[in-house]
């Protein structure tokens, strides 16, 4: 696994983004939130943001001298060890940016590769995150502070007359062929593993990150997967085989989406990225009490569409129903007025769902029961549709 730019727990970090014509202030201060929350899962803590309006980014250091300089001298003030750019920087703004900064400088898309790195466990996530690394670190070799960090297993050394970004250049590439083979045979194995589970419907957990699907999954399925208050909690894709009512469908839990997600991460974890596409039904967890759910929402269904996969039935889960209280009500509303704004707002979303969502709280457990239900006339509604004559399942 690559270590070139994994962050040491309590780094002092900055933010850095730029209000552009495709990104208005307010989005940007929205981005930079989820920026901080990703630091923050990495392990640094925000010390300061800055941003600064221009018509496009430039090309050189992505923001004017003038408030790079106003960066530099808040970082040596403030004994900065790391700053972080929301949008994706080219090596060689990397470059020149760490020359007048003298620190560490990373992007949004570096930062999410160091924490898939430090949260991957299995063989299959950790190659899958290797190749992502590889990829991503490719073209900006040239523009880098500092070469990739050489390590063990079977690195060939340099060969005559080449330069030393020649030969990063080259074993950069080599261990990308090798990956994308390990890879392939993952693939294989995953594809042979769905191919057995038969025939049971299957069912796929999908959403922002953080919005508590894990935390579902286990209610659902009364497993123990991973689950915590920090973005990507789960890189693996965990399967559980739930039996309601005598009527038995598989359950999978999948990575969260993102804004920004670095494309190569998409490709790279195609395999778990299957269940989605490969599932008879997708379950969407929407953390409701965000203020920004409706974006996160759509983030999400663009990547469905990316993955040909938002034609399926899907039933809206909304979750976190007693933080939207919570941070909705004020003390002083009575009783009917709570109510009349919790029906509307369910009104709202089951017309806009054709009645397919339910509003729960997984951590209060509170409407769990109907959730159920409703999954399970769901998955019998699919297995009378594929299976008319056989009525074992339902």
Sequence with gaps: MIEKNSIKQEEKAVLVGLVYKEQTETMLMEYLGELAFLAETAGAITEKIFFQKLPHPDSKTFVGKGKLEQIREYVQAKGITLVIFDDELTGSQIGNIEKVLNVRTIDRSDLILDIFARRAKTASAKVQVELAQYQYILPRLKGMWKHLERQGGGIGSRG?????????????????????????????????????????????????????????????????VFAENKLFATLDTTT???????????????????????????????????????????????????????????????????????????????????????????????????????????????????????????????????????????????????????????
């Design 240 to 394: 559980r085989k739930i039996v309601y009512e005598q009527t038995p469908f598989l359950l999978s839990d999948t990575v969260g989406f993102i804004r920004k997600l670095p494309h190569h991460l998409v490709e790279s974890f195609k395999s778990t990225l299957d269940e989605v596409r490969e599932a008879d039904m997708l379950i969407h967890v929407v953390d409701i009490s965000h203020p920004a759910y409706e974006d996160q929402m759509g983030v999400v269904n663009k990547t469905l569409q990316d993955l040909k996969a938002f034609d399926k039935p899907v039933l809206t889960i909304f979750n976190k129903m007693d933080m939207y209280e919570k941070n909705t009500f004020d003390e002083w509303l009575d009783d009917e007025v709570k109510q009349d704004i919790l029906a509307q707002l369910k009104n709202r979303w089951e017309n806009e769902t054709e009645g397919g969502c339910v509003f729960i709280s997984a951590t209060e457990r509170s409407n769990i029961d109907e959730l159920r239900n409703t999954i399970l006339d769901k998955v019998k509604a699919l297995y009378e549709e594929r299976y008319p004559y056989l009525t074992q399942f339902y």
């Design 160 to 224: 005559p007359g080449e330069t030393e970004i020649e030969t990063d250049r080259r074993i950069v590439k080599d261990k990308i062929s090798l990956l994308r083979k390990r890879l392939k045979e993952i693939d294989k194995q995953a594809t042979t593993q769905r191919q057995e589970r038969g025939t049971f419907i299957r069912v796929a957990l999908v959403g922002y990150t953080n919005v508590g699907k894990s935390t579902i999954m286990n209610l659902l399925s009364k497993s123990d």
